[in-house]
């Protein structure tokens, strides 16, 4: 091992039930270096990160810590806080009940002489560990109360407070708006400066080069290659990620201005939910694709899970193809042809210990009752539709969905939904968390959506993916729809729209 | 080599297993143990004891396991509900405040059926409280657990209420010319009530999806507040029935004893039975399997001698055994260790 070598990971092998995640697999870090690590979905990124820091034990290879003699083997997140790593992970990995003060601190309470828990100081730490990310806010609240950005920030300090050298991010960016991933910036040039190591995932090319030294590039597995940030432009990052040429996104982007049916599909007049978003009209017609942006908590997915009756409506009226209908519950929304897949994944999609096969028909069964079994051959045919169409990797149909990655995993709540064959699909977030290749995949799926007739509601944080699909576009802040934009728009007119007057 | 395997991945492999190794201790100890003869024109022996007696816990054990899925809770109240619901038939049959009848004063199957339908509000008060109030599993039935008795007292006046008419003995004894113990036929008829409902509807797709991931299943459009209810229905309909085959036994309803720590046996039984009281995905016949292995230790220790006060140690002894060996997390230990000794064995050989 060199002198500035914190890390090194030779041939790592680990295999799953009917899948070889990492075959001969290898990562370096170096001392104050910021290391991408990037891949498709089930690259094995995630899987790599969790053989180091002991979620995972790997059935073969070698790794190295500075100072540390010999093979590392951590058996536990326990073993490698130990040994200076610390791990914030995608999904966050907090407890919700507790406050922030005793979510950064748990584990290591700062304790008095009585060997009580000293509240004060505790407070006190937590308050200035906040500050020092810019983040005003109150410790002592529990944690549920603020948005998913802020608790990703959370985790983030926790990690960062522990003394560490080596700090792991897996995608720590997905719930973040841009002006939280420069603050994450700044923390984690900051660190690099004072020496520690940072192993960051990410799916977002323009955050690799704002802030990466070096790339390690998996694919299926395997070790594609390390590179300097210098030497690897885009275009060939993506080009070895994907193992292929990569045909420009650009390409997918709609032929012309479309003509838009004069049919109504959903109307909404005056909904709303208490204290989550205010009274809203939307209207959406056959085969149209509008985009819902605005920043975090602005009311983006309030608004739609008001419409699908995810939260129930409070006031107003809703009318689907220009008849009256009273949704009372998601069930109500599904049976009039609507589906909506939700931005929080592991909280409101997945099913993980059922199979994917149950998964994909679940929302299908829902809509036929609980007396119209489908028959299980229908099941099967469904489900192996769907794993081929969307190309959805996974051992079998019957394994269960918590071992499918993340981007699988979407792509079987995604199933569920156009199994039911929705007249009006609501997709939030659809792209978090996937990888290139696969977001391409999407946005060309929603467009041939569309094209057959189905309205849909795409959202998404980022602004480009939406200009690419979508013809109009409503735009939220504060709880509030506050315009609608369509025609010429362009990432800054979009921008400008979100941020309103103040800036 | 690779049939053992997949024999042993199965769920139900265990359970089995356990209820073998019970049963073969039992052969070596006493050889006549199998052994089934004919006496007073029935059926007698230790396996027809045990198929009898555990014929209770067999189907409270299903109605448990349906609660356990949809509420990572379990029901503690299905003791106290047998026994209310023994209470309530035996006043309904012998009329209020009669302790001892030779005549009825209803027809029996209104009497029978009023005790299930007791059950059943039992199970739906229960369902109320935790699924449409979110109270905790075990507290909101821990309000029946201790009521019940009570209420089923006052139904019976404060007394035994005796009912010393033939009929009524059937359900927990024998029919005339039938040399099966009724009670096993009225577990085989619950349990393929149940499974055939399970397996022509939804139902079970909808309780461990309601179960693994609540919020989610909304979303999907299932109501899972209605499927938690609807199985501590289920389950307060299994106790009900449970307490009529008790209530059989002794032809009479002793409030304080009828189902007397049963809900304890019926949470193991669903445990043994290698269900997770975490709740989402179950097996049916595994809590069965584990409904009669209990069975088969308490009548074992009781035919080797051990006495009723000591017994309940031996119990839980081998309980903690099966349940340790079952457990997740043992399971991936050994699962560990094998794949280890087999990577150091494939390297080996690469290196030869």
């Excluded at chain 1, 790997?58 to 791990?87: L, M, P, W």
């Excluded at chain 1, 603050?183 to 900051?190: E, N, P, S, T």
């Excluded at chain 1, 790339?215 to 990620?241: C, H, Q, W």
């Excluded at chain 2, 739906?124 to 039935?141: E, F, S």
Aim: hydrophobic share 45%.
């Amino acid at each position: 091992m060199e002198q500035n070598e914190l890390i090194v990971m030779r041939d790592i092998v680990k295999a799953f039930p009917g899948v070889m995640a990492l075959n001969h697999a290898q990562l370096t870090l170096h001392k104050g270096e910021i290391h991408a690590l990037m891949g498709e979905n089930g690259a094995g990124k995630s899987t790599i990160i969790k053989c180091l820091t002991g979620v995972y034990e790997r059935d073969a290879g070698e790794v190295y810590v500075q100072g540390v003699e010999g093979n590392v083997f951590n058996h536990s997140t326990e073993d490698a806080q130990k040994i200076g790593i610390a791990t914030v992970y995608q999904e966050i990995n907090l407890c919700p009940n507790l406050s922030v003060a005793e979510n950064l601190f748990i584990g290591r309470e700062p304790v008095t002489k009585l060997g009580t828990i000293n509240w004060r100081a505790m407070n006190k730490k937590a308050k200035e560990i906040m500050d020092g990310l810019g983040i005003k806010i109150d410790v002592t609240v529990a944690l549920e109360n603020y948005s998913l950005a802020i608790q990703q920030m959370i985790a983030i300090a926790r990690a960062v407070d522990m003394e560490c050298k080596v700090l792991i991010l897996d995608e720590p960016t997905s719930s973040l708006d841009d002006n939280e991933v420069e603050k994450l910036f700044d923390v984690m040039r900051d660190l690099k400066k004072k020496g520690v190591g940072i192993i960051f995932v990410t799916h977002f090319l323009e955050q690799v080069y704002a802030v990466c030294d070096r790339i390690t590039v998996m694919r299926n597995g395997g070790f594609v290659g390390d590179y300097s940030i210098s030497e690897l432009p885009r275009v060939k990052l993506v080009a070895a990620m994907l193992g292929k040429d990569f045909d420009d996104l650009a390409a997918i982007k709609p032929e012309g201005t479309q003509e838009i049916d004069p049919e109504i599909m959903l109307k909404a007049e005056g909904l709303s939910h208490k204290g989550t978003i205010k009274p809203f009209d939307f209207e959406i017609h056959k085969g149209e694709v509008v985009g819902v942006t605005g920043l975090l908590g602005s009311g983006r997915s309030e608004m739609v899970r008001c419409i699908y009756g995810a939260d129930k409506s409070q006031t107003g009226k809703e009318y689907m193809k220009g008849k009256e209908i009273n949704i009372k519950s998601p069930l109500d929304s599904i049976k009039e042809g609507m589906a909506y897949l939700p931005d929080d994944r592991k909280a409101d999609g997945c099913i993980g210990e059922l199979s994917v096969r149950d998964n994909i028909i679940l929302a299908l069964q829902a809509r036929n009752g609980m007396f119209k079994k489908v028959p299980r051959s229908k099941q099967i045919e469904i489900a192996d539709k769907f794993i081929d169409m969307l190309q959805i990797k996974t051992a079998s149909r019957e394994t269960p969905l918590s071992q499918l990655s993340g981007g699988n995993q979407q792509k079987v709540i995604l199933a569920r939904w156009l199994c039911t064959h929705p007249d009006f699909l609501i997709l939030d977030e659809p792209t978090r968390g996937i990888d290139i290749g696969t977001k391409t995949e999407f946005q060309k799926l929603i467009l041939q959506f569309a094209k057959e007739g189905m309205s849909v509601v795409f959202i998404s944080s980022e602004i480009e993916e939406m200009l690419r699909t979508c013809t109009r576009m409503c735009v939220m802040r504060d709880g509030e729809k506050v315009d609608e934009i369509e025609g010429d728009m362009t990432q800054e007119s979009v921008m400008s729209a979100i941020a309103g007057g103040e800036k | 080599m690779d049939k053992i395997k997949k024999l042993t991945k199965q769920q139900l492999f265990l359970p089995f297993f356990c209820l073998l190794i019970v049963l073969l201790i039992n052969l070596i100890k006493s050889p006549t143990f199998f052994n089934i003869g004919i006496q007073h024109g029935v059926l007698y022996g230790r396996i027809i004891d045990i198929l009898n007696r555990g014929s209770e816990i067999a189907i409270l054990a299903v109605g448990q396991t349906l609660v356990v899925a949809v509420s990572a809770g379990t029901d503690i109240s299905v003791g106290s509900v047998m026994s209310l619901s023994a209470c309530g038939t035996c006043m309904m049959l012998a009329g209020y405040g009669v302790n001892s009848t030779t005549h009825l004063a209803v027809p029996m199957g209104v009497g029978i059926l009023f005790g299930i339908f007791l059950g059943g509000l039992c199970g739906a008060m229960n369902g109320a409280l935790v699924a449409k109030l979110k109270i905790q599993p075990m507290v909101a039935t821990l309000i029946l657990f201790t009521a019940a008795r009570a209420v089923g007292l006052l139904l019976c006046n404060n007394q035994i209420t005796y009912i010393r008419y033939e009929p009524y003995k059937y359900l927990g004894n024998f029919i005339p010319g039938c040399p099966i113990p009724t009670a096993i036929f009225v577990t085989i008829a619950v349990i393929a009530v149940v499974s055939i409902f399970l397996k022509k509807t939804a139902l079970g797709l909808y309780i461990q999806s309601a179960g693994i991931n609540s919020r989610a299943a909304r979303i999907a459009g299932i109501n899972s507040a209605l499927i938690c209810f609807v199985c501590y229905v289920i389950c307060g309909l299994c106790a009900g029935i449970a307490g009529m085959v008790a209530s059989s036994r002794i032809y009479s309803a002793d409030s304080n004893n009828i189902g007397l720590n049963y809900e304890l046996d019926a949470i193991l039984a669903v445990a043994l039975g290698g269900n997770s009281l975490g709740g989402g995905k179950f097996n049916l016949a595994g809590s069965v399997i584990g409904a009669y292995t209990i069975q088969a230790i308490t009548t074992t220790l009781l035919a080797m001698g051990v006495s009723t006060d000591q017994a309940p140690v031996v119990k839980a002894i081998i309980v903690v055994i099966i349940v340790v060996v079952q457990a997740p997390t043992f399971k991936e230990w050994i699962a560990n260790n094998e794949a280890k000794r087999k990577a150091l064995r494939a390297e080996g050989g690469q290196q030869a």
